[in-house]
């Protein structure tokens, strides 16, 4: 038997890496002769640069920059030649925010232009950020500000970091940026593809998980919306509309105004790049999972991407998770789901997900192939 295991980050309790690990111990303790292999996968959010890391080469990279809030923090980065990956949540992610109250209206992506001009300076020639696990509502403005264009406001001077900061924004201007762009191509991975206003974007539908109330998220909508004016107005570009621009606070939408970004599907970026198709092809099964299973998974997640691509190619799927929110098993299999294995809560540990391997995997191989000592 050959299992591919592809597993996202478990958020806030086990990296991708780890959680493959714990999974891959648990399939060899109950099958010693099974051919193991681990691919954690990501699809901009927590992981990316784990996931990546393989494929790109390079080294890992620290940097001084300012946190969500605007406290000094070392964020984490990828130099591979001439291509960057960074991951916004690294520097501006609520990740960054545990153990403090959430401030959505102050959050700022400031040190994610950090991370973007350190890249630069380093050589950099094409920058990969992937956008998850935000804390901010920013848009990307104070990524902006960081690289050089200047935010201002009715006196013309530079305006407040995060949500604040946009809706006394009056005027964008290019400021240093332009110089520092020249030759940079920016690719944005997004797990998401809502835009940034209106009824599905960004403050309706992502500011409550990053702490907003009724009364916040109505002026994210309002500060948002100024904002999508001022860079049409000012440089040119129609972003409100967007698909994906909401990713990551609305930071897809400001690559995509202020660098030129494309956006990108994150989870397929990732398959792609991570050879997931060919090792896929040669696996029986794919194990994948992620913290909790649930609709969302399917929509722009990388264990969603990955089920998919096992269902086209005729391969059993089960899926580990802490929690699954999805009950039908008649929806699940349509889907390509053959069993879902939970370890309670969002995986816990590393312990917890080998246990709940060990102790259900073999009951659920031998309903998926009725005579599993065949493939065993």
């Not at 891959?24 to 051919?35: E, I, L, M, Q």
């Not at 153990?99 to 959050?107: E, M, Q, S, V």
């Not at 997900?353 to 191989?365: I, Q, S, T």
Request: net charge positive; hydrophobic share 50%.
């Amino acid at each position: 038997m050959q299992v591919l295991i592809a597993l996202n980050a478990f958020k806030g309790t086990i990296s991708a890496a780890a959680a493959s690990r714990a999974v891959a111990r648990g399939v060899k303790n109950k099958f010693p002769s099974a051919a193991v292999e681990m691919l954690p996968i990501a699809d901009g959010g927590d992981g990316l640069l784990e996931a990546l890391a393989p494929a790109f080469g390079g080294r890992f990279v620290h940097t001084r920059v300012s946190g969500p809030y605007g406290e000094a923090l070392n964020a984490r980065w990828l130099l591979a030649g001439r291509t960057a990956v960074i991951e916004m949540a690294e520097a501006a992610g609520l990740k960054r925010a545990a153990g403090r109250r959430l401030l959505p209206l102050d959050a700022s992506t400031f040190g994610v232009g950090q991370l973007m001009l350190a890249a630069v300076r380093a050589g950099a020639r094409e920058i990969v950020i992937g956008l998850g696990g935000s804390a901010s509502n920013d848009g990307g403005a104070g990524c902006a500000a960081a690289f050089g264009f200047e935010l201002l406001g009715a006196a013309g001077r530079p305006v407040a970091p995060g949500t604040h900061g946009l809706a006394a924004l009056r005027a964008i201007r290019p400021g240093a940026a332009t110089a520092r762009l020249a030759g940079i191509r920016v690719r944005a991975l997004a797990d998401v593809a809502n835009p940034l206003c209106g009824r599905l974007g960004s403050a309706r539908v992502f500011a409550p998980q990053k702490g907003a109330g009724p009364a916040a998220v109505r002026f994210i909508g309002t500060a948002l919306r100024n904002y999508a004016r001022l860079l049409r107005r000012d440089l040119g570009v129609s972003v409100a509309g967007l698909r994906g621009g909401a990713a990551a606070g609305g930071l897809g939408a400001g690559l995509a105004a202020f660098f030129g970004a494309e956006l990108l599907d994150g989870a397929s970026f990732v398959l792609e790049k991570t050879g997931f198709g060919e090792k896929l092809r040669s696996a029986d099964i794919l194990i994948t999972g992620e913290g909790c299973f649930d609709r969302q998974t399917f929509f722009g997640k990388a264990p969603g991407a990955a089920i998919a691509r096992a269902c086209a190619a005729g391969k059993p799927v089960v899926v580990v998770c802490g929690r699954s929110l999805i009950t039908d098993k008649r929806a699940l299999a349509r889907r390509g789901v053959a069993a879902v294995i939970e370890t309670g809560g969002l995986g816990r540990n590393a312990a917890a997900l080998k246990l709940a391997v060990e102790r259900e995997l073999p009951g659920l191989l031998a309903g998926i192939y009725q005579t599993p000592s065949k493939k065993v």
